[in-house]
């Protein structure tokens, strides 16, 4: 019962905030890398940022993301957002060729 979901997508104005979060269950959270990816419709998906197991991080500009292990949880803080940005957002979780993903939250920039 592998599961990843992703919470806080919503309707945001242009230039505002948004924190994204998923909660990991069924396997060892600790032992995975994870990452955010996101889909725009007719676009290909896209990686956003990842945090290795160490804490090692890979962004894409205003957006943060951070992990809890003691909690089950990564999140995506995402700064000074654009219409561009508009797109589901995906948890996923990867160790070795193992890879789990989660159904995705809607984000929408628009004012």
């Known amino acids: 019962q592998v599961q990843l979901v992703e919470s806080g997508g919503g309707l945001v104005k242009p230039g505002g905030s948004l924190r994204l979060s998923c909660a990991a269950s069924g396997f060892t959270f600790s032992s995975y890398d994870m990452s955010w990816y996101r889909q725009a419709p007719g676009k290909e998906r896209e990686l956003v940022a990842t945090?290795?197991?160490a804490g090692g991080l890979s962004v894409k500009g205003r957006f943060t993301i951070s992990r809890d292990n003691a909690k089950n949880t990564v999140s995506l803080q995402m700064n000074s957002l654009k219409p561009e940005d508009t797109a589901v957002y995906y948890c996923n979780a990867k160790r070795w060729t193992q890879e789990y993903w989660g159904q995705g939250t809607q984000v929408t920039v628009s004012s």
């Open positions: 945090i290795t197991t």
